[in-house]
């Protein structure tokens, strides 16, 4: 049933990134391979001078679709459930914390598959003028002029957080944003403000006792961050310098405060003085400059990052980050791993003591610094995730073959594979499918344990610099933004949770696997 199931879902996402490609329509998670295809250049191929041709999406496509039918095949032609899977699946499922476990894991995942229908700043659904569009499942971003907005740059990407804002107030048509309608990362916000509270010539934040003490001002447009003047708050009076602007952004107005009190002001703007300072702009709010802190009412509920980027949005996307790697590296590393270490101790002899003392070579090295030598050689406009999975992939297979060769060694002179080779059974057929699944109790134990290595390989990659480039959200860059600014402890405590939430979840997943599939503790002889 898991089979037929896994089966279904690969088809069908293999036959949305191929509709999507054919249709132009983006879909979740299904986009991104022939999105990464376009993004590295060797992924793709130019046809003449200017058809572009995403091979690497096609190919993906294609595995994906060819994968999912195998497996669909295989689940109706196969006979019953062995009955020794079965009892370890039954053990598994009584081990209840490893069971929720990957219950919750599950629905992680299923979480960042969702992509830009729960994260982004691409509208989900408008309607304009009696007509729906989708802008976020359509491959090229949508301009203001589609929208009757010729005001701004009417060539420019459409702001659908201020358009939803503008057609509140208009009322008839509306825009549908995503849960988070925030990018990952290339989403700068404007300057996030709190409003400020008058009382007896004091200022407070709302419901705060406390007099406010910090960079205050009045804004032409809260939304865009457009600054009228800005002040000193200290003790909740004014303190300090001001500074002002027209609006079209030149300064125009300066002045000096002390306890309350103007001491000196300088206007070299158009028009009277008064009639600058009486403009009717916003309140006096309080400014939060990034990284500003979190602010549920002004829709950012843990705050933002140094670069002003949503650090709800950004967690999300190192998640997908993470998930994405582990989807990709875990069947090639353990391809590799397996088959290597399986020929090891089925062949032994020259073959087993070369490739052994390749292995002794390469893990003398420390994994983390070796993987940063080869990053740092990579040129930034090579550098992506393929890229970097490629480097893991080239150092992480080596961990799991001294097992498979063990169980190569202790299985290939027992008498089903004496049979086998009676019988003509050729080397390829005897590997994989009489040694392989007596070695599945390894392969599934080392699962959870490799998944989680891959995560933490990652975060102390873009901790240090040497991982994902800057377009890429990622865990390790936001704990190194957290540590390198302390006084936004929000930045450090959301990264810090949600990293070790994960490897917790994977580690409780692996333990309980490794109890279910244990033999030496489920044993009839006991």
């Known amino acids: ?95 209840k914390r490893g069971y929720y476990s990957l219950v919750i894991l599950i629905a992680l995942g299923g979480l960042a598959a969702l992509d830009q229908v729960v994260v982004g700043k691409q509208a989900l659904a408008v309607y304009y003028k009696g007509e729906w569009v989708f802008p976020a499942f359509r491959p090229v971003a949508m301009k203001n002029k589609d929208f009757g907005i010729t005001s701004e740059s009417p060539e420019a990407p459409v702001d659908f957080r201020k358009l939803q804002k503008t057609f509140r107030k208009t009322g008839g048509d509306r825009v549908i944003m995503p849960l988070i309608p925030y990018d990952p990362s290339g989403d700068t916000l404007p300057t996030r403000s709190l409003p400020l509270d008058e009382r007896d010539g004091v200022y407070y934040e709302s419901g705060s006792l406390k007099p406010y003490f910090g960079p205050a001002a009045r804004f032409y447009d809260v939304d865009d961050g457009k600054i009228h003047i800005r002040q000193t708050l200290r003790d909740g009076r004014f303190s300090g310098p001001a500074d002002g602007w027209s609006a079209d952004g030149t300064p125009v107005y300066n002045a000096e405060y002390r306890q309350g009190e103007l001491v000196r002001d300088h206007y070299t703007g ?10 009717s702009s916003s309140g006096l709010r309080a400014v939060k400059y990034s990284p500003a802190p979190p602010m549920p009412e002004e829709g950012s509920w843990l705050g933002t990052t140094s670069q002003g980027y949503d650090v709800l949005a950004y967690l999300y996307g190192g998640l997908q980050v993470n998930f994405k790697a582990a989807l990709i590296y875990l069947p090639i590393v353990y391809l590799i791993g397996v088959t290597v270490g399986m ?26 610094f070796v993987v940063i030598i080869f990053s740092s050689m990579v040129p930034d406009q090579f550098k992506g995730l393929p890229v970097i999975l490629t480097i893991l992939i080239a150092f992480g297979w080596m961990g799991m073959t001294f097992l498979m060769r063990t169980a190569a060694y202790r299985d290939k002179e027992r008498d089903y594979i004496a049979a086998a080779r009676v019988l003509g059974a050729g080397t390829p057929r005897i590997l994989f499918r009489h040694l392989l699944p007596n070695t ?4 599934v134990t080392l699962v959870p344990f490799t998944m989680s290595g891959l995560v933490f390989s990652l975060t102390s990659l873009d901790y240090l610099g040497f991982g994902l480039p800057p377009e890429y959200a990622t865990w390790g860059r936001l704990l190194n933004d957290g540590l390198s600014n302390l006084s936004a402890p929000w930045l450090v405590t959301s990264t810090f949770a949600v990293l070790v939430g994960l490897l917790v979840i994977i580690t409780f997943v692996g333990e309980a696997v490794r109890e279910a599939f244990d033999p030496k503790k489920f044993t009839y002889y006991r």
């Not at 679709?65 to 053990?91: C, D, E, H, Q, W």
């Not at 158009?270 to 403009?279: H, N, P, Q, T, V």
């Not at 599945?440 to 392969?443: E, L």
Request: with cysteine.
């Open 270 to 279: 158009k028009g009277e003085k008064e009639e600058f300072l009486a403009f």
């Open 1 to 95: 049933m898991i089979m037929r199931w896994l089966g279904i879902l690969t088809t069908l996402l293999g036959f949305l990134a191929a509709a999507g490609e054919v249709m132009h329509i983006a879909f979740p998670t299904a986009r991104w391979f022939f999105d990464t295809s376009r993004q590295v250049p060797f992924l793709h191929t130019k046809i003449g001078t200017t058809m572009d041709f995403p091979w690497f999406g096609w190919f993906c496509a294609l595995l994906l679709i060819v994968g999912g039918l195998l497996m669909l095949v295989r689940s109706f032609n196969r006979g019953p459930a062995n009955p020794v899977t079965a009892r370890r699946i039954k053990r598994f499922r009584e081990i």
């Open 440 to 443: 599945v109790a390894i392969i």
């Open 343 to 368: 020929m090891m101790g089925y062949f032994g002899g020259w073959f087993d003591l070369a490739v052994q003392r390749l292995i002794e070579v390469f893990s003398n090295m420390p994994f983390l």
